[in-house]
């Protein structure tokens, strides 16, 4: 390869911005952005040449030069945040943003974002007013709480718990329950950021009450359990629940706080799902303060619920770390209007996406389902595909054990392979993010709404044809 030659057949910067093509995109995009593009674009030519990649793989790069700048500036601008399909039937992913808001409430919430709100101002009054009271009334008439308040996370909720109510003094936690959270969230790990002391007491499997009581000195500012959310230990087990903790330590006069991860509060055993204790359950166990995430199974944007006890509560408030992990106006106005569903269960298992889909009976799914593959078939013959049956998962680290019967539509890789399609259907412009397995690759319907449907189909005549 004649690099030199190369080299000189580049084109310079000013026969570029001569070209019309250019002078449109300048004329489109701004001067700046575009002469950045052709830098740059300049630049990994000058760059694959050094490398002998191809000659032929240059020239015709070079040939397409303002094809690819023109590539370049498109690609900037489109969002690299995208909406993508759910196929893989976890509910809560926390890989593909957790919960999923109601269009309904996601209209009302561009209402408020586009424009002003009272974020920060009491109607009432005519001045300065707080952003939790918009949803703390709620909070408490749901959860039976004295007060609640709001932040960032969960992780940032029991971070702040613990640097209000624990700085500088121990907290006492099983070891059964030192979880580690996806995302690096780990629970002694959050105690040291909160400056904290975890005092660890029990064994991996068995805790006792004695365990805790032994365990106290007069640097104990707070009892802690965490609700073990994304694993279970079975077998030859005892902890302590928050019911049996509550008078210990009320004779010392210590809270107990606890952590449970994804909060419901909506007793799910009575659609099917095992028993976990919900909010209100531990806020009737006495518990002083809990926390909670917003968009697991609650189904809001995501957040760290915090509810209790009010002079907690208010001394968090106060806490200069609530400054620096306060929620901004699309997590207040979102939450609020998710928290309102829930004044009538009713309304909160038919209103809020992902109880809906926790609750869809495997009838309804295996319905959808013959609906979606009948519509694929339709839109692509070429396409061979069936429905089965499966186990759909609640995911984002919520009852790790659970598996819901759900339905599927399978689909047949034809002449490529399951991979080669599974990839085709991830760069999709709407990606689908299926479930493999062998050379069929499924896509479970339960997270699959029904108005996506078309979508899917188009999607997959696009990769197929
Ligand atoms: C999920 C979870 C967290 C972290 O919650 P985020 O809202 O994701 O920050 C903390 N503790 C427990 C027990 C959890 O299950």
Do not use: W
């Amino acid at each position: 390869m004649n690099k030199n030659l190369l080299y000189r057949s580049i084109p310079k910067v000013d026969t570029l911005l001569a070209d019309k093509r250019i002078q449109s995109l300048i004329h489109d995009y701004g001067r700046e952005i575009v002469m950045d593009l052709i830098r740059e674009e300049l630049e990994d030519l000058r760059e694959s040449i050094n490398t002998s990649e191809h000659e032929d793989i240059v020239r015709k790069r070079i040939e397409d030069i303002i094809d690819n700048i023109e590539l370049r500036l498109r690609k900037l601008h489109t969002p690299n945040v995208r909406k993508v399909i759910n196929g893989s039937g976890t509910i809560l992913h926390t890989n593909l943003g957790r919960a999923p808001i109601s269009r309904i409430q996601a209209e009302k919430l561009v209402d408020i974002v586009t424009g002003y709100s009272n974020l920060e101002y009491d109607l009432d009054a005519g001045k300065r007013g707080e952003r939790y009271s918009h949803f703390e009334k709620l909070l408490c008439r749901i959860t039976g709480a004295e007060a609640a308040m709001v932040v960032n996370n969960n992780a940032s909720a029991v971070m702040l718990i613990l640097n209000t109510m624990a700085k500088d003094g121990e907290v006492i936690v099983s070891r059964g329950e030192l979880v580690e959270i996806g995302g690096k969230f780990r629970i002694p790990d959050v105690m040291e950021q909160s400056n904290a002391k975890l005092v660890e007491v029990g064994t991996t499997n068995k805790t006792h009450i004695s365990d805790y009581e032994s365990a106290i000195t007069e640097n104990t500012k707070a009892l802690l359990k965490v609700h073990t959310s994304n694993y279970r230990i079975v077998g030859f087990t005892e902890s302590v629940s928050s019911e049996e903790l509550k008078p210990v330590a009320e004779a010392h006069d210590l809270p107990v706080i606890e952590d449970l991860g994804s909060g419901s509060l909506i007793d799910l055993s009575k659609y099917g799902i095992s028993h976990e204790p919900t909010v209100q359950d531990t806020v009737r166990a006495g518990v002083d303060v809990v926390c909670f995430s917003g968009d697991k199974l609650l189904g809001g944007p995501q957040a760290g619920i915090i509810i209790g006890r009010k002079k907690y509560i208010d001394a968090m408030k106060k806490n200069q770390l609530t400054r620096a992990l306060r929620v901004d106006k699309f997590t207040v106005t979102a939450l609020e209007l998710v928290l309102m569903e829930y004044l009538s269960e009713e309304k909160a298992m038919k209103n809020i996406p992902v109880l809906r889909m926790i609750n869809e009976s495997q009838d309804s799914v295996r319905k959808r389902a013959a609906e979606l593959s009948r519509l694929i078939t339709e839109t692509c013959p070429e396409i061979s595909c069936e429905t089965v049956d499966c186990e759909s998962q609640i995911g984002g680290g919520s009852l790790p054990l659970e598996r819901i019967k759900s339905a599927a539509v399978s689909l047949e890789a034809g002449n490529h392979s399951a991979d080669f399609i599974e990839k085709r259907m991830r760069m999709a412009p709407v990606p689908i993010i299926p479930r493999t397995s062998e050379e069929h690759i499924l896509l479970d319907v339960r997270t699959i709404p029904s108005e996506e449907f078309p979508l899917v189909a188009e999607t997959l005549k696009d990769i197929y044809q």
